[in-house]
Each structure stands twice: as C-alpha cells, then as structure tokens.
T-cell receptor
Framework: DAGVIQSPRHEVTEMGQEVTLRCKLI?????LFWYRQTMMRGLELLIY????????DSGMPEDRFSAKMPNASFSTLKIQPSEPRDSAVYFC???????????FGSGTQLSVL | QQPVQSPQAVILREGEDAVINCSSS?????VHWYRQKHGEAPVFLMI?????EQKGHEKISASFNEKKQQSSLYLTASQLSYSGTYFC???????????FGGGTRLMVKP
C-alpha cells in the first residue's frame, strides 16, 4: 500500500496568493483529517471528514480556509488569500473504522512570504 | 479541548527510563500515543481504550486511568531511536475525531 500521499511537499508563495494542498487517502479508509503543525500551537486539528462528509470544521481558523473531499480517495485544503501566519506544516491523515489508528501523510511545508 | 502533556521536554542518557504524562479536563474515552521524529510525520504507537488498560510497544508501555482522566507513557531502558516528540491524543465520545496535546520532546543521548 502506498500510504497517504500529500502534494506538494514544499510550497513557497507570496502573501495574497491562493494555495491548494492535496491529499490522497489510503484505499478503503473512510475518515480524513487535516492537521496544521507549528512550534507555537503544536498539532491542531483543522477539519475532519467521514465518508466524504465534513463532520467537524471547528478548527478551521478563518473563512480563508476551505476543504473539500470530492470523492472517497482525495481531498484538498485551500487557503485564499494566504498570509504569512499560515506558514506551517500541513498534514493529512486517514483512518478506517472508528477508534482506529491514524496514518499520516508526509506533510506539506508551507511558507508564505 | 486539547489534552495537556508534561513534561514539555526530557533529556536522557541511553538506558535511562522516562515517563510522559497526559491529562484531560474533560472525559477521556480513549488515549492515543504517537511519536514524531524530526522532519517526519507522526507515527502511531498505541491506543488505550479502557480505564486501567496497559499496552506495550517494544520497551514502551502505557497506562490509562479513566477516572483520573490521565494516561502515562513509560519508556524503559531508552534507546537512541526513541528520540522524537511524543504526542498523546484524545478521541471524542464517538472515537473518531482525534485532538493532540502539545507534545513532549524526548532526546536520548549516548
């Protein structure tokens, strides 16, 4: 199994630009999580999908952030417009069933200048 | 609400033991432990589902006290490979949404 695949691995952009992060789940997994990691705030849960449906997006910081899951195997996290304080490592993770273990992707290192 | 971990950082010599604590002000239905090495993604260590349950992974074990809403991770005879940041996670009552504590940075020196 290829594991959870994220792209790009690194993204450098200028303030105000739109950023799209991508995530491919492990086949058969039905839950998808987006996390953001910074030194100051640790590993924050942004949004959680179950069976393609957003269940909890209370962690999404602002309206500038949006996430979609157009099918069972793929998700995007979009930031528009991006700001320097959005700089962080963004992880997606997938899980099968409930109370299971999370499989993390390698993360996207985002730098907004 | 995120669980709270202590200590924030630990430095050990190879072969020494360490304990990392995780607590929650609200009910803990299950506790999940992950380890993240520098520049990598977090990796699953273990889940504890019942109060009093103890589990082990290599020489790493954990306990879960549901009443006290606490869990502890025990690292015995630490190895260089144990270095990294350890996170505890708590699930919601449905068991399917995981929030993490601030992490404990562990450094094992030769």
């Amino acid at each position: 199994d290829a594991g959870v695949i994220q792209s790009p691995r690194h993204e450098v952009t200028e303030m105000g630009q739109e950023v799209t992060l991508r995530c491919k789940l492990i086949s058969g997994h039905n839950s998808l999580f987006w996390y953001r990691q910074t030194m100051m705030r640790g590993l924050e849960l942004l949004i959680y999908f179950n069976n393609n449906v957003p269940i909890d997006d209370s962690g999404m910081p602002e309206d500038r952030f949006s996430a979609k899951m157009p099918n069972a195997s793929f998700s995007t996290l979009k930031i528009q417009p991006s700001e320097p304080r959005d700089s962080a490592v963004y992880f997606c993770a997938s899980m099968t069933g409930s109370v299971g273990k999370l499989f993390f992707g390698s993360g996207t290192q985002l730098s907004v200048l | 609400q995120q669980p709270v971990q202590s200590p924030q950082a630990v430095i050990l010599r190879e072969g020494e033991d360490a304990v990392i604590n995780c607590s929650s002000s609200k009910a803990l239905y299950s506790v999940h432990w992950y380890r993240q090495k520098h520049g990598e993604a977090p990796v699953f260590l273990m889940i504890l589902l019942k109060g009093g349950e103890q589990k082990g992974h290599e020489k790493i074990s954990a306990s879960f006290n549901e009443k006290k809403q606490q869990s502890s991770l025990y690292l015995t005879a630490s190895q260089l490979s144990y270095s990294g940041t350890y996170f505890c996670g708590k699930a919601n009552n449905a068991g399917n949404m995981l929030t993490f504590g601030g992490g404990t940075r562990l450094m094992v020196k030769p």
